[in-house]
């Protein structure tokens, strides 16, 4: 019987800035790829802030250069293989099962259930997003109430040159426009913040140098109002998504996700179809 691991706090680090929490992803030598470690950093980082009566806004970033390159798939610290504790939803331990029922339970947990709680989290998460944001980069961003841009940031789900329908947390469709959707989609090429901007996907751009500030100023601006007239607020938009079909669409996508996993298994090297860091770095040239 395996036994779960408890995921060590250094890939996020958690600080308080008055009613402002700031939670940021910590693995800048790798872009901030999400390892399994840090997404259940990420995880004790929200329920933490959102346990602290003081804190009213959080603001979620990325140290170095990017804000986050997507799942890990290639770093020296990739732990899809390990074990541990489940927080998001019912399903068993994946790390000694085979094949689908592996992956399904895995992302199950850590993918589309821990992004759909970190959306309900009752106060204002304002995602400070600078160079890349890429794949399952764009879960984190998309799951925040706000995003502010810098300059230099872009966008991309490059995951269809993996004969994948898009990543996991499929909101495509709802940040922003169905054909824009589909382009993005369909060509796997960067969208710039300007760009992001311009279709209603991002709220902000500003200057580099000027992010962290700019997006400070924003979380303390809202900090000002009433804690409940938040919550509620927040919740009646995340409602009205819903009725617009997020939550169903999300569920029906991600069944698609995974066939299009098997599909792979069954017909190439692996369920990524054969696709790489380096590979997916060369198909983008």
Known sequence: MSTARTAPPDPVRYERRGAVALVTMDRPEYRNAQNSAMTYALDRAFYRAADDDEVKVVILAGAGQHFS????????????????????????DHSQKAGAESRFARESEVYLGMCRRWRELPKPVIASVQGACVAGGLMLAWVCDLIVASEDAFFADPVVRMG????????????????????????????????????????????????????????????????????????????????QGL????????????LAHAHNAETSDDSLGGMDVRAMKEARR
């Open 247 to 258: 939550h169903s669409g999300l569920d029906s996508v991600f069944g698609l996700h995974h």
């Open 164 to 243: 994948i329908p898009g990543v996991e947390y499929f909101a495509h469709p709802w940040v922003m426009p169905p054909r824009i959707a589909k382009e993005f989609l369909y060509t796997g090429d960067r969208m710039s913040a300007r760009r992001a901007y311009e279709v209603g996907m991002v709220n902000r751009v500003v200057p580099r140098e000027e992010l962290a500030r700019h997006t400070l100023d924003l979380a303390e601006r809202i900090a000002a109002m009433p804690r409940m007239g938040l919550a509620l607020t927040k919740r009646a938009v995340n409602q009205a998504e819903d009725l």
């Open 69 to 92: 390159a997507g799942h890990d798939i290639g770093t020296p610290e990739r732990d899809a293989h390990l074990p541990f504790d489940r927080t998001a939803g019912l399903w068993w």
